[in-house]
């Protein structure tokens, strides 16, 4: 996640974001479930790669406040899991969150207006998700 988010964050309310970086562990399960699933390997352009071999995608009315938010993990039965990795820049740049922190302070970690995508992966289910700034979800 940007600094100026973690800043802005901490100005809104006083204290920290509650995330963690994803273990070296879970960094290689990551690594092998890109190659194994999708056929990808460690590089940047893994939102582009992803877009190119997922099948399913869906435009939503909107995917900027908690509530539609929601209803998208809803609709793709992903509520479930309990955490959620954030990939903002593959490898370099993963965050993970508890899916209900996630979706309780999604309006202060997603920015659409500047951030053009990100990956939510679920590792409970081994399933990833690609939503756009323009309101389009890759699944």
Same mark, same amino acid.
């Given at each position: 996640? %940007?600094?100026?988010?973690?800043?802005? *964050?901490?100005? %809104?309310?006083?204290?920290?974001?509650? &995330? @963690?970086? !994803?273990?070296?562990? +879970?960094?290689?399960? =990551? #690594?092998?479930?890109?190659?194994?699933?999708?056929?990808?390997?460690?590089?940047?352009?893994? *939102?582009?790669? &992803?877009?190119?071999?997922?099948?399913?995608?869906? +435009?939503?009315?909107?995917?900027?406040?908690?509530? %539609?938010? +929601?209803? /998208?993990?809803?609709? =793709?039965?992903? =509520?479930?899991?309990? #955490?959620?990795?954030?990939?903002?820049?593959?490898?370099?740049? !993963?965050?993970?969150?508890?899916?209900?922190? &996630?979706? @309780? $302070?999604? %309006?202060?970690?997603?920015?659409?207006?500047?951030? +053009?995508?990100?990956?939510? *992966? *679920?590792?409970?289910?081994?399933?990833?998700? !690609? !939503?756009?700034?323009?309101? /389009?979800?890759? $699944?």
């Amino acid at each position: 996640m %940007e600094q100026f988010k973690k800043d802005l *964050f901490f100005k %809104e309310y006083g204290y920290h974001i509650s &995330l @963690q970086p !994803i273990s070296t562990h +879970e960094k290689l399960f =990551l #690594e092998y479930f890109f190659r194994k699933q999708y056929g990808i390997n460690s590089n940047n352009s893994l *939102f582009k790669d &992803l877009v190119d071999r997922l099948f399913n995608n869906r +435009e939503y009315g909107g995917i900027n406040t908690s509530v %539609e938010l +929601e209803a /998208v993990l809803k609709d =793709l039965a992903l =509520l479930k899991d309990t #955490e959620v990795f954030v990939i903002w820049n593959y490898p370099n740049e !993963i965050d993970k969150f508890a899916l209900t922190y &996630l979706l @309780q $302070y999604w %309006e202060d970690i997603w920015f659409s207006v500047s951030d +053009e995508a990100i990956g939510l *992966f *679920f590792p409970m289910k081994s399933r990833i998700i !690609i !939503i756009t700034h323009y309101d /389009v979800v890759y $699944y």
